[in-house]
């Protein structure tokens, strides 16, 4: 899954680390779909707290966290361009999580 986080200069990219570490969690070989989401979801964490820790300014984190609250796109219009990068790689996660279960499992997921 390209998420577009990697455009993001100041944020850690530990995408060996999340797969070992998603590795640790799930070895079976039928879990190679869970061990490659949970590698995306500690990478878009990752960038999310270093967005909090290094680069954004109070006022933009103000946004960020109210954009992620409300969960709707045009609570990040008026987001700097690095945080709606990461904004939508999370909602591009959601989004092939859920598609993933409604196709293999045949549930629908979001309310």
């Known amino acids: 899954m390209a998420t577009g986080l990697e455009k993001l200069s100041f944020a850690r990219e530990r995408l060996m680390e999340t797969f070992f570490s998603s590795v640790c969690m799930t070895y ?3 879990l190679g779909d869970c061990r490659r989401l949970i590698s995306v979801l500690i990478q878009v ?3 999310i707290d270093d967005i909090y820790d290094v680069h954004g300014t109070l006022e933009e984190l103000e946004l960020f966290t109210n954009a ?8 990040m219009d008026n987001l700097p361009n690095y ?3 990461c ?3 999370l909602n ?3 989004n092939e999580i859920t598609s993933d279960i409604l196709h ?3 549930v629908n997921i979001i309310q």
């Open 28 to 30: 079976e070989p039928h």
């Open 45 to 47: 964490l990752t960038v």
């Open 68 to 75: 992620i609250e409300r969960w709707v796109r045009n609570a």
């Open 83 to 85: 945080m709606k990068i």
């Open 87 to 89: 904004f939508f790689a």
């Open 92 to 94: 591009n996660f959601e």
């Open 104 to 106: 293999k499992k045949g």
